[in-house]
C-alpha cells in the first residue's frame, strides 16, 4: 500500500544512516545489534493489522518469526564464509541459506510457541556458532561517499524486492519481506575494512533479534485477544525490555 511505501522510503535510509552512525562511535556490533530490531516490519504489521484485520497480523507475525530463523542462517552461512572469501562469496552463501531455511520453514503450519522456541533455540546455537573473526584492524576515517552509498543501496534493494513481491506470489513476497536488508548492507560495507568488523555486525544482529522474537511472539499471542494498539503497546515493550538485556549482553562480550 502507499502507507507502507512511503514507511519504506522514508525509513530505509534513516535507519541505514542511524545504525552507521551508531556503528562508526560505539562499534560494529552495535549497528548489528540496532537493526535487529522491528524497526520496519513492526510498523508494516501495524498497517496490515488495520488494513486487512488482526487475524492476518496474527498470521504475518508467525511468518515474521520464521523469517528470524531464516535470518539466523544468514548470519551463520555469511560468518562462516567470510572467513575465507571475499564479501561477494559470503553474501551468495548467506542469502542463500537465508532463502533455503524461509522456503523449508514455510510449508508447515508451525504453532507460535514452537516457533518461539525455535527462534530462541537457533539464535543460541548462531551465536555459539560464529567464528572468531580475528581482531579488528584500526581504521582510518571512513570515505565521505560511504554513507550516502550505504543508504542509497539500502534503499533499492528495498524497493527491488518490494517490487519484486506481487510477481513472486505471497508465498515467495513473505519470504523476501524479511530478507535482512539492512544488516546485509551494514555487513558488507563492514566487511571491506575485514573479516572482524562484519563478524561484529552479525553477532549484533543476532543479539538483536532477541527482540525482533519477542515483538512478534508477544504480537502473535495477544492481538486476537486484546486488540491492535493493547497488543502493539505490549509487543514495544516487551521488545524494549529484551533489547535492554542484549545490549547488556553485547557490551560484556565487548
Same mark, same amino acid.
Given at each position: 500500500s502507499h502507507s507502507t511505501l512511503v514507511l519504506k522510503l522514508v525509513l530505509t535510509p534513516?535507519?541505514?544512516?542511524?545504525?552507521?552512525?551508531?556503528?562508526?562511535?560505539?562499534?560494529?556490533?552495535?549497528?548489528?545489534?540496532?537493526?535487529? &530490531?522491528?524497526?520496519?516490519? #513492526?510498523?508494516? $504489521?501495524?498497517?496490515?493489522?488495520?488494513? +486487512?484485520?488482526?487475524?492476518? !497480523?496474527?498470521? =504475518?507475525?508467525?511468518g515474521s518469526l520464521v523469517g528470524a530463523i531464516a535470518e539466523v542462517a544468514f548470519c551463520v552461512a555469511y560468518a562462516r564464509v567470510a572467513v575465507r572469501g571475499p564479501w561477494p562469496a559470503a553474501c551468495v552463501a548467506g542469502s542463500l541459506a537465508f532463502a533455503v531455511v524461509a522456503a523449508v520453514l514455510q510449508r508447515p503450519a508451525f504453532s507460535l510457541l514452537v516457533l518461539a522456541i525455535a527462534v530462541c533455540a537457533s539464535l543460541a546455537i548462531a551465536?555459539? &556458532?560464529?567464528?572468531?573473526? #580475528?581482531?579488528? $584492524?584500526?581504521?582510518?576515517?571512513?570515505? +565521505?561517499?560511504?554513507?550516502? !552509498?550505504?543508504? =542509497?543501496?539500502?534503499?533499492?534493494?528495498?524497493?527491488?524486492?518490494?517490487?519484486?513481491?506481487?510477481?513472486?506470489?505471497?508465498?515467495?513476497?513473505?519470504?523476501?519481506?524479511?530478507?535482512?536488508?539492512?544488516?546485509?548492507?551494514?555487513?558488507?560495507?563492514?566487511?571491506?575494512?575485514?573479516?572482524a568488523p562484519a563478524v561484529q555486525v552479525l553477532r549484533g544482529l543476532l543479539l538483536g533479534l532477541f527482540a525482533f522474537a519477542a515483538?512478534?511472539?508477544?504480537?502473535?499471542?495477544?492481538?486476537?485477544?486484546?486488540?491492535? $494498539?493493547?497488543?502493539?503497546?505490549?509487543?514495544?515493550?516487551g521488545a524494549l525490555a529484551i533489547q535492554g538485556l542484549s545490549l547488556l549482553l553485547l557490551v560484556r562480550h565487548r
Open positions: 534513516a535507519l541505514i544512516g542511524i545504525a552507521s552512525l551508531a556503528a562508526r562511535r560505539w562499534g560494529q556490533a552495535v549497528g548489528g545489534w540496532l537493526v535487529g &530490531l522491528p524497526l520496519t516490519s #513492526g510498523p508494516i $504489521a501495524f498497517f496490515l493489522a488495520l488494513e +486487512r484485520g488482526t487475524s492476518f !497480523a496474527e498470521a =504475518a507475525a508467525l551465536l555459539r &556458532l560464529l567464528p572468531s573473526g #580475528g581482531t579488528v $584492524a584500526a581504521r582510518g576515517p571512513s570515505p +565521505r561517499w560511504e554513507l550516502p !552509498a550505504r543508504m =542509497a543501496s539500502a534503499t533499492v534493494v528495498v524497493l527491488l524486492i518490494t517490487g519484486f513481491a506481487g510477481a513472486l506470489g505471497p508465498r515467495w513476497s513473505g519470504i523476501l519481506a524479511t530478507y535482512p536488508v539492512y544488516a546485509a548492507i551494514l555487513t558488507v560495507f563492514a566487511h571491506r575494512a575485514g573479516t515483538f512478534f511472539v508477544i504480537l502473535g499471542a495477544s492481538i486476537e485477544r486484546v486488540g491492535i $494498539a493493547p497488543a502493539f503497546a505490549l509487543a514495544i515493550a
